[in-house]
């Protein structure tokens, strides 16, 4: 049976580049490790009267090449491992789409939806409160992620700005726009996994967008806009799925045919996409067993596992969440010939589009969308372009290549340096 253990997977994915890229055993050995993990414990009284304690993390894995960089979650599964796996993705992430952060993540172990509004503003706070020290725009700049958003990011800002006594855009990303957010932000990852797969179809299905099949798992924030601009392309969707249920399209052309915005108006009016009208209810393991050219798994981590990766029918899958696909199940897919666009690729449009809005924060500056988008769509495509070349020329999947080139970049920061 394999380790569900996301760190044990992290370590795994590492291990398994050694036998190509030499790194200096001290390196490595750093590299295996987060520098600090922080966990903090906070008690907060509900407005129902009762107290709780929360447990915070945030762990920081590496900032040979930048700040630390990372996401915030809040969700009830959250652990320190998931945690310290996240931040270790993060520091190839940065490393991958080449912007000078390291790597980090945070999360608080709740069920959101179980607090009221004015809770999750005060436990937030809270958080910030207990890692305002190790938080900062030159030392670790959180962001959204799971069942965090803008919202989440501004409280963020507000409470570490009153701590330090004047306004700190630059110390998160992913904030409102009114509030030193960035255009394009919000859809960023999910508009760079649809780069993605566009780039993936033309190279190894030699397909036109609009000849190809797709089903997208998990409806959040990356599903939703990964679909929105796969349709925008021309490429056809024929399953989606959300935390409630899969949804198989059975009008007569056999694809959602809608608009974009009108499917997303529905699934959020009835409450899941499986709900919509002219759908098929189906399982969300059906919507990762689809009759489709790609399958986009956007939910979360090991989704593809030993149990299933043989019953993918997919040619091409392209990682949109974090740790969709286990070791083990990567080696089915390379059995079966399927190809693989993996997610430290996939999804680093989100943290690319943070960087451009650090870094808007520290100059002052405000940029329009369209000149986010074309530095985005520039950058993406050239880091999927030196993955594709790194795995042709040594004869490796993409998931190592980009482990590689990751890896690369970051040891040679860390000797640059003189880290020991």
């Known amino acids: 049976m ?48 009762d107290t709780v304690t929360y447990t915070g993390y945030r762990v920081q894995h590496n900032n040979a090449r930048g700040p630390y960089k990372g996401g915030i979650r809040y969700h009830q599964n959250v652990t320190l491992s998931e945690v310290k796996a996240l931040s270790m993705w993060m520091t190839w992430k940065s490393a991958i789409i080449d912007i000078p952060f390291g790597g980090a993540k945070g999360g608080i172990t709740v069920e959101p939806k179980k607090l009221s509004h004015d809770d999750l503003e005060r436990l937030t706070r809270k958080y910030v409160d207990a890692i305002e020290r190790d938080i900062g725009p030159e030392i670790d700049i959180p962001a959204p992620d799971l069942n965090t958003n803008p919202q989440t990011m501004a409280w963020i800002m507000n409470e570490y700005s009153r701590l330090k006594g004047h306004n700190v855009p630059a110390v998160v990303t992913g904030k409102p726009v009114e509030v030193g957010g960035s255009e394009g932000r919000n859809a960023a990852t999910g508009r760079g996994v649809a ?51 899969g949804a198989r399209s059975v009008n007569p052309k056999g694809y959602f045919d809608q608009k974009f915005d009108d499917l997303l108006a529905e699934s959020n009016k009835i ?71 993996p997610d430290i690729l996939a999804n680093s449009g989100g943290v690319l589009v943070s960087y451009f809005e650090w870094v808007q924060n520290l100059n002052r500056d405000h940029w329009t969308e369209k000149a986010v988008n074309e530095r985005l769509e520039a950058k993406m495509t050239k880091a999927f372009y030196e993955v594709l070349d790194y795995s042709e020329k040594h004869n490796i999947d993409m998931r190592r290549a980009a482990l590689v080139l990751a890896v690369e970049r970051v040891a040679a920061a860390m000797k640059l340096s003189g880290w020991h």
């Open 2 to 49: 394999e380790s569900e253990d996301p760190f044990n997977n992290a370590l795994a994915q590492l291990a398994s580049i050694t036998d190509i890229v030499s790194i200096d055993p001290e390196y490595y050995e750093m590299l295996k490790s987060p520098r600090r993990e922080v966990i903090v414990s906070l008690p907060l009284k509900l407005v129902n009267g």
């Open 195 to 245: 780069i993605c797969v566009r780039e993936a179809v033309k190279k190894f299905l030699k397909k036109d967008m609009k000849d190809v099949t797709v089903a997208v798992q998990g409806f959040g924030n990356v599903g939703t806009n990964t679909a929105r601009y796969l349709m925008e392309m021309g490429a056809k969707i024929v399953a989606l799925s959300d935390v409630v249920g």
């Open 271 to 341: 409450g899941s996409i499986s709900n919509v009208k002219g759908v098929e209810q189906i399982s969300n393991e059906e919507v990762l067993e689809s009759e489709a050219d790609v399958l986009v798994p956007s939910a979360l981590e090991n989704q593809l596992t030993e149990q299933n990766a043989h019953k993918i029918r997919a040619s091409l899958v392209v990682e949109a969440a974090n740790g969709p696909t286990t070791p083990m199940a990567d080696k089915t897919l390379q059995r079966k010939g399927i190809r693989l666009v």
